[in-house]
């Protein structure tokens, strides 16, 4: 980018999220330019995860994740199969491997009953046993609407329709400042092009804070402080047969180091959590008896020696080890004084099933 140019909106980030959002904008016959620091799309937490289509069945009641992710959970099926993206519809059980686990096992159930998740029902050992025979529990949940997505696929999908209707991606570019002036924000990027835009959507994921405080004049106490927890995952080789997600009691901090499969069915474990300083992906092998005790407790044929380390991710949360939950936040100019400026903070998981839901959300608070 070298000149100087002037578009309805600009929107910060090529992850999911971000792409969502301005496939959504461009189908409104908006014109949309999204920046990218990378030279591709998503390469950052949107391919570093689970690829679930979560069913919304942790969230608390009235969250924004609840309303977003059973909504988004219909959505991306419907989106999926309207474009022919790999998606499976497998299912998922949530266990309990001991009698101490039941009780929360039942708070999990009403609370997805609160959030009406459809397709959700307490069953049996024998239950689960007559479909999955590797697996121990002592009761569990059946979710049936959590499945699996192909997510560059998905990505490419949401890329596809931008492009589609006049929309584009500029990569490999830095903002430096963000000014405000009445009329929208002028943007002045490392190569010293300067592009003025009505409208601004901050989607930068881990660095939605750093983006945030480029804009001149923000008030930095508006600004959440993310702190990053990894996610690592192990793979293994071994094919078990296992043909459903398998999730553990999840702890506050995450769903708990889950059996996931990816869309060829082939299993891998994870993601833990590991807060970090830094942006950094490496998995640390010596976290293999972390993963070993844990998932041996539900699925007893797994041997260490099959465990490989795999990939991480890193999730943005809002709230620091032991401070609980917390939502997304998506901040307008009613939180902050910056007409048609809105923020998206600590969109961590579900962020991927609720992506065309956030989409629709953020397009209606512009102008
Ligand atoms: C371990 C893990 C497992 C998860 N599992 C699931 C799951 O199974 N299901 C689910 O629904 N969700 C899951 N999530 C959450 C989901 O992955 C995220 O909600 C989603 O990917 C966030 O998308 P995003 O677009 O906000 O962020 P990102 O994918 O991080 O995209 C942000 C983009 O902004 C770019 N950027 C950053 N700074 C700048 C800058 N200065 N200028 C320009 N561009 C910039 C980055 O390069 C990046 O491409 C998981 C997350 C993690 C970490």
Redesign the pocket.
């Given at each position: 980018m070298s000149e100087i140019n002037k578009v309805d909106i600009i929107v910060?980030?090529?992850?999911?999220?971000?792409?969502a959002i301005a496939k959504n904008l461009a189908q409104q016959k908006k014109d949309v330019i999204v920046?990218?620091?990378?030279n591709i799309?998503?390469?950052?937490?949107?391919?570093?995860?689970?690829?679930?289509?979560?069913a919304g069945i942790y969230y608390d009641a009235g969250s924004i994740k609840a309303k977003f992710?059973a909504k988004?959970n219909r959505a991306l099926y419907d989106y999926c199969q309207k474009k022919n993206i790999p998606h499976l519809n497998v299912g998922k059980f949530v266990v309990a491997t001991s009698k101490d686990e039941i009780e929360k096992l039942e708070s999990i159930y009403d609370k997805a009953k609160i959030n009406e998740v459809e397709g959700i029902s307490r069953v049996s050992k024998e239950y689960v046993n007559n479909q999955e025979p590797l697996i121990n529990c002592y009761e569990a949940l059946e979710v049936k609407s959590t499945g699996i997505v192909d997510?560059q696929a998905l990505m490419t999908a949401y890329v596809g329709d931008l492009e589609d209707n006049g929309g584009m991606i500029a990569y490999n570019?830095?903002?430096n400042s963000i000014d405000y002036k009445e009329n929208g924000y002028k943007i002045k990027f490392s190569d010293g092009t300067i592009i003025f835009a009505n409208s601004i959507v901050n989607?930068?994921?881990?660095?939605?804070d750093?983006?945030a405080k480029l804009i001149e004049g923000f008030e930095v106490s508006k600004i959440p402080k993310i702190y990053y927890?990894?996610?690592n995952?192990f793979e293994t080789n071994r094919k078990l047969g296992v043909k459903h997600l398998i999730y553990p009691i999840p702890t506050e901090a995450s769903l708990g180091l889950h059996l996931?499969l990816d869309i060829s069915m082939q299993m891998r474990f994870?993601?833990d959590v590991e807060w970090v300083n830094d942006l950094e992906y490496t998995v640390d092998p010596n976290r293999i008896n972390l993963f070993y005790d844990d998932i041996i407790k539900y699925l007893p044929d797994i041997r260490k020696e099959d465990l490989i380390p795999g990939y991480?991710?890193?999730?943005?949360k809002l709230k620091n080890q032991g401070e609980g939950k917390s939502d997304f936040l998506i901040q307008t100019s009613k939180e902050h004084g910056f007409k048609n400026l809105v923020n998206?903070f600590g969109?961590?998981?579900?962020?991927?099933?609720?992506?065309l839901v956030i989409a629709d959300y953020v397009s209606s608070l512009l102008d």
């Open positions: 910060i980030g090529a992850g999911v999220i971000g792409l920046i990218e620091k990378e799309f998503g390469s950052v937490t949107s391919t570093r995860n689970s690829g679930v289509i979560h992710c988004g997510q570019n830095e903002i989607s930068a994921g881990l660095s939605a750093k983006i927890a990894k996610g995952y996931g994870g993601p991480s991710g890193i999730r943005p998206l969109m961590e998981s579900p962020g991927l099933t609720s992506s």
